[in-house]
């Protein structure tokens, strides 16, 4: 892993830090055991990195956590219904805004961001050939999420999204 990679990982768990406590949820960091594959939450956004560091970036939330996201960041109330039609657009622009944070803020480096490519699914498995992806777990009162970036090491796939729940 490069230095690059690792200091672009860094920005983004402080990223994610600062924006999740910004919407009235306080983190903790956890470290949670590291194993080859590993289960993502139920709203869960892709977002490729490219430039100087290239790889993909995976934001994935709890749908507890997720809906009480939706409600802070919304102006105005919504009803349970509509915090889960919006849960989606908010997990997908919440992730922009961790990523672009990350790197409009503090990493030096020409790094640019895809589209955030969103879904839905309890308990998916990621599998990647990446020896060592960045991840960072997060814990809040409301629900847990957690980031990880995934380095580039081969073109033809940075990871394997599997539903098997």
């Known amino acids: 892993m490069g230095q690059g990679e690792a200091d672009f990982f860094a920005e983004l768990a402080l990223s994610a830090d600062d924006n999740v406590t910004k919407l009235g949820f306080p983190v903790a960091r956890t470290s949670r055991m590291a194993i080859p594959e590993r289960n993502l939450d139920d709203y869960t956004a892709f977002i490729q990195i490219s430039g100087a ?19 802070s960041y919304m102006i105005d109330p919504v009803t349970d219904e509509e915090a889960k039609n919006y849960a989606v657009e908010v997990v997908a622009e919440l992730s922009n805004v961790i990523c672009g944070n990350a790197l409009t803020e503090r990493v030096p480096l020409p790094i640019y961001l895809g ?20 991840t960072q777990f997060f814990d809040t009162a409301k629900g847990s999420f957690q980031i990880m970036f995934i380095p580039m090491e081969q073109e033809s796939e940075l990871a394997t999204i599997l539903n098997s729940h």
């Open 53 to 71: 560091v290239q790889g993909g970036v995976i934001v994935t939330f709890e749908a507890g956590l997720a809906l009480e996201l939706t409600r």
């Open 115 to 134: 589209n955030p490519l969103i879904f839905v699914a309890r308990q998916a498995e990621i599998r990647t050939r990446s020896a060592k992806p960045y």
